[in-house]
């Protein structure tokens, strides 16, 4: 378990579960979906398996990890989260908002993965924008993640989904820009920044659904 701050305190509470690294990037990817640990340790390029299986031994002690059979024969062992890991779906996603705000373009090394992506598509949704429900695949770089919208909902998963979508879309480092609003579809379209399987009102909804702000300029001094 992480440290204990030795107070009375939600957040010293919530700190000692999560603060250790790795451990909230193994929540984000299992509250996209239930994993095998080859499946958590390949998605999080860098973790060592001794501390991977060290996180997920801390998060089951805390009750926000549990261990489930796999429904297929030989699925083996799968890593979920509990209802009171479920729970931290919202913060996840405000967390994942409000340090996406200072992020324009990857770093050199930085790695997109497909249940990142999929978190962030979940993070970027806004509900109420539409009427139409519409689904997506969306490809960036080497990830790959799906997300089937309703006017109030959103479901998204990892990788390529079991149905053909309304929309499919391919982007490098400028999906950024238009999550931000920062690119206009039709701008992203024409300049071929963007290239789109389907109809292009699907991605002008898509570009409405899902928004993930860039924080204004710090003034200088």
Not at 102 to 110: G, I, K, L, Q, R
Not at 162 to 173: E, H, K, M, N, Q
């Amino acid at each position: 378990m992480g440290r204990d701050y030795g107070q009375f305190c939600g957040l010293a509470k919530a700190s000692s579960v999560l603060g250790e690294r790795w451990s909230l990037l193994i929540v984000r990817d299992l509250s996209v979906a239930p994993c095998r640990f080859k499946d958590l340790h390949e998605g999080l390029p860098g973790i060592p398996t001794s501390v991977l299986t060290a996180r997920l031994r801390d998060l089951q002690a805390a009750g926000v990890v549990t261990r489930v059979a796999g429904e297929r024969p030989g699925g083996g062992v799968l890593y979920t989260l509990t209802p009171h890991g479920h729970a931290l779906e919202p913060i996840l996603d405000a967390l994942g908002r409000w340090g996406a705000e200072t992020m324009t373009v990857p770093e050199p090394d930085d790695v997109i993965t497909d249940m990142s992506l999929a978190a962030a598509l979940r993070a970027g949704y806004r509900p109420g924008v539409t009427d139409t429900a519409t689904s997506y695949v969306v490809h960036t770089g080497p990830a790959t993640a799906w997300a089937d919208t309703t006017p109030d909902s959103v479901t998204v998963g990892a990788g390529v989904p079991g149905f053909v979508a309304d929309l499919t879309i391919r982007s490098g480092p400028e999906l950024r820009a238009l999550l931000a609003g920062n690119l206009a579809p039709a701008a992203a379209l024409t300049g071929g920044a963007i290239q789109i399987e389907g109809p292009p009102e699907a991605f002008e909804r898509f570009a409405r659904t899902f928004h993930v702000p860039l924080a204004e300029p710090a003034e200088t001094p």
